[in-house]
Nanobody, 118 residues
Framework: QVQLVESGGGLVQAGGSLRLSCAAS????????MGWYRQAPGKQRELVAA???????NYGKSVKGRVTISRDNGKNMVHLQMDSLKPEDTAVYYC????????????WGKGTLVIVSS
């Protein structure tokens, strides 16, 4: 069984920074991508950032330039450094792991809450 455990969420003032981390454990065969998504109340889940196996990255439009995703391959961990936070960044942030291959699974963490106060 695969487990994703997120950490680092919390309350921060606008303009501040937070670093989220996610540790993946269990039987993961081959990781294609690791990433972060978020869901604010009443809104759809959206991509924040993802890092692919080849090292390439994708960022959501609303956070580009303010967040940086990094991966520790040896430990199956992914980190999200978030700077210049805005109240609209308030959401539950979910870690995602995508396995490689046609039959690859998609795994999700339980989420960590980020609240940005104005």
């Amino acid at each position: 069984q695969v487990q994703l455990v997120e950490s680092g969420g919390g309350l921060v003032q606008a303009g501040g920074s937070l670093r989220l981390s996610c540790a993946a454990s269990g039987r993961i065969f081959s990781i294609n991508a690791m990433g972060w998504y978020r869901q604010a109340p009443g809104k759809q889940r959206e991509l924040v950032a993802a890092i692919i196996n080849d090292g390439s990255t994708n960022y959501g439009k609303s956070v580009k330039g303010r967040v940086t995703i990094s991966r520790d391959n040896g430990k199956n961990m992914v980190h999200l450094q978030m700077d210049s936070l805005k109240p609209e960044d308030t959401a539950v942030y979910y870690c995602n792991v995508e396995e490689s291959g046609a039959g690859g699974m998609d795994y999700w963490g339980k989420g960590t809450l980020v609240i940005v106060s104005s």
